[in-house]
């Protein structure tokens, strides 16, 4: 079907209902480029309910830029422990950085100068430059998309650039003087009354008069995403090895995935019980008892590891680890979630 309408009745919808049907989150409360720039990167990939306690603490630990530019690397990891995607907290701290040496600490206004920051890309400088400073930049997330989608009844799958693209030059076109508001309310639209993963409650909606999928039945349908590339499978074996009340860890590379993050030692592989005290002696290790033995998934976003975790207890400290006490993991070593699961007990 024909995906065009007039959109420029849009903003006259959405900003009374958002005004008065938004949610109270803690980076609301006011527009501070810093407070919104943190929210944005650490909304990506992740739930809002997850981000908030993360939000609070973090700002409680680097209530500013210069702060974060400044902040040592362990602390940075445990501040950022959970939330996944670590490469998000290394850019903020470059791009905090770069803050201080090019723009004398003062977060920049200008897109482009925005959009040039480590770690900051179209959708993420569209929502800073929208939101704090009321710049006509679209911010086109999936819940924009998906909101797009079916108010256009556009079956284009979302995930593909000349989309997002599609849909950006249309929005820049309608964006109203309270540019900030109208880049929430979308977003707010899209979490909520066109969420994702169930039907769209199009009775409470304030752009159903507007919206050719509910006019035409679609917006169920929508939107359309193209197929999914299988993960790759990969099988690991993870040993938690104890010794007097110390547990050993290690540095994972500099480059790579999860790159920089303390790991519980690991190997390729599932290995059976006979196979894991013999890959621990291996280490340098004198294996006294299995205590016992789980197993865990860990999804990334193009790969599964299947992973066997062996709780170890040795006769002595060695090996090429470092052996912290249970408060030192939890206060200091930021573990990620793929490893973080086997120490939750």
């Not at 445990?78 to 995607?85: C, F, N």
């Not at 280490?283 to 170890?312: A, C, D, S």
């Amino acid at each position: 079907m024909e995906a065009t309408q007039d959109l420029t009745g849009l903003p006259g919808l959405l900003l009374p209902w958002y005004r008065k049907n938004r949610r109270e989150l803690p980076w609301r409360a006011d527009r501070q480029p810093y407070h919104v720039w943190l929210s944005e990167i650490m909304l990506q990939q992740t739930r809002v309910e997850a981000v908030k306690g993360y939000y609070t603490r973090f700002l409680a630990a680097l209530p500013d830029i210069q702060s974060l530019a400044q902040c040592d690397d362990e602390l940075l990891h445990k501040l950022w422990e959970g939330l996944g995607y670590y490469s998000r907290v290394r850019n903020l701290k470059k791009a905090a950085q770069v803050i201080l040496e090019r723009h004398g600490g003062v977060f920049p206004e200008s897109h482009d100068e925005v959009l040039a920051l480590p770690g900051i890309g179209e959708y993420t400088a569209g929502a800073i430059c929208s939101i704090a400073f009321d710049q006509p930049t679209p911010a086109v997330d999936g819940n924009v998309l998906r909101v797009m989608s079916r108010l256009r009844d556009d079956p284009s799958p979302i995930d593909l650039p000349e989309t997002k693209r599609r849909v950006s030059a249309l929005l820049a076109g309608v964006y109203p003087r309270e540019a900030g508001e109208f880049t929430q309310a979308l977003m707010e639209l899209g979490a909520t009354v066109c969420g994702p993963n169930r039907a769209p409650d199009c009775e409470h909606c304030p752009c159903q008069r507007l919206c050719l999928g509910f006019r035409r039945g679609t917006a169920e349908a929508l939107p359309v995403k193209s197929p999914k590339k299988q993960r790759r499978q990969e099988d690991r074996t993870v040993f938690i090895l104890s010794c007097d009340g110390r547990f050993a860890l290690e540095k994972r590379p500099e480059k790579g995935l999860l790159a920089g993050l303390w790991q519980f030692p690991n190997v390729a592989g599932k290995l059976d019980t006979q196979a894991a005290l013999d890959a621990a002696a291996a280490m340098g290790l004198h294996p006294r008892e299995i205590l016992r033995e789980v197993e865990k998934i860990h999804i990334f976003t193009h790969i599964q590891w299947n992973m066997k975790g062996i709780y170890l207890e040795v006769a002595e400290t060695g090996g090429d680890f470092q052996w912290f006490t249970e408060e030192e993991i939890n206060t200091q070593a930021a573990l990620p979630t793929a490893f973080r699961q086997f120490w939750e007990r």
